[in-house]
């Protein structure tokens, strides 16, 4: 077991090449492994492979630092969990190794988005489902404004109106909110089998389609109505005011990335539940591998604000845990540490004697050595990774901790 100040210095510096996830075994040693992976290493398409790019989420880990830990210490057939489960990177990676998959989370789109992802699919279905829809927003946008007038007024409720929802009409261009609702509507109205892809493909789409600069589609703080210079494109380029272009152009984006997932599934189980995980009796399991959310950073709900509207999801943004709402002080932090803490402690009473956790996050607050102190665990390792490359217009580089967790016996 690592003492405290073993615990403060274990970074790990090597000369390797940086490790090739798929050649990770059970008698790997972590001293080997280089997880400090370039953008010529781990190029975005590679990072973002098959369904794990069905819609940008930020925050999220990378799927091969999820995979050299799922080969080197589970086996299939055994049942892995992440008690925040996001996107869903876990469950993905879990399920292509023949592993069973649990998830929770408290955001009601971050579920839709796991779902969606992991859910078993008939690719000749799937195509034929999300062209369908396709054509008949395309028809129904095409109709003049007489006869379009008269269609909504025949198929009036709530899938085809906005309701006034003052969001919707603030950030979204008349036409492109027209083309959003129309979909949506077809979505209900329609006998679709995949439908919640449908509607992961309707958020990303409104995810491009809001009035803001294509540089900042994260956390754009007010709508763009004018002209702007364009970092992106180093030009000056318009708010967008359609949103069919990008339907069309995810839909076909889709197709091609759950028909590749499709290949990989394995017929192992995944259940992702949208539940909070302070709440949660947990089954019997033979790990963890999770990221949790981080103190006053990222506020998770926030992110998606256009799919809670759209769908008119929960919204339980004040059930996350450290919210970014409430800052970083110093009690934000100590509320942060005892639910994160409460949350491992009743994981641990369930897991299988020497099962492992492992716990990625960026802990610049120190907060997981107290987290481990208060488990029944064995802090068998706590690697140190640089990230050196982002996305976005985000560029500083930082380190993240892997903190490896072993239940005592």
Known sequence: MLTNEEQRVNIYTTDTYPTDPHQVTHETELSALNLNWTEKDLP?????KHVHRLHPYLGKYIPQLVEVFLRKYFVAGQTILDPFSGSGTTLVQANELGMNAIGYDISA???????????????SLVKKEINEILELVQATIGIDPGQQKLWMEC????YLSSNNNEYLERWFAPQALRELLTYRYYIEAGDFEYKDLLKVILCRSARSARLTTHFDLDFPKKPVTEPYHCYKHRRICHPTQESFKFLKRYSADTIKR?????????????KVHHEDCRNVDFPEVHGVVTSPPYVGLIDYHEQHAYAYHLLGLEDKRGDEI??????KSRIAKETYQKDIADVFQRIVKTMVPGGHLIVVANDRDNLYEGIADSLDVEVEDIIQ??????????????YESIFIWRKMD
Request: charged content about 30%; aromatic content about 8%.
């Open 44 to 48: 975005e398409r590679v990072r973002t």
């Open 109 to 123: 789109f971050n579920v839709l988005l796991a779902r969606a992802k992991t859910a078993e699919y008939d690719s």
């Open 155 to 158: 198929t009036k409720g709530p």
């Open 258 to 270: 759950v028909s590749e997932f499709s290949s990989l599934r394995s017929r192992a189980s995944v």
């Open 322 to 327: 450290g919210p970014a709402a409430n800052g």
């Open 385 to 398: 990774r640089h990230v050196n490359r982002r996305t976005g217009r985000r560029s500083t580089e930082f």
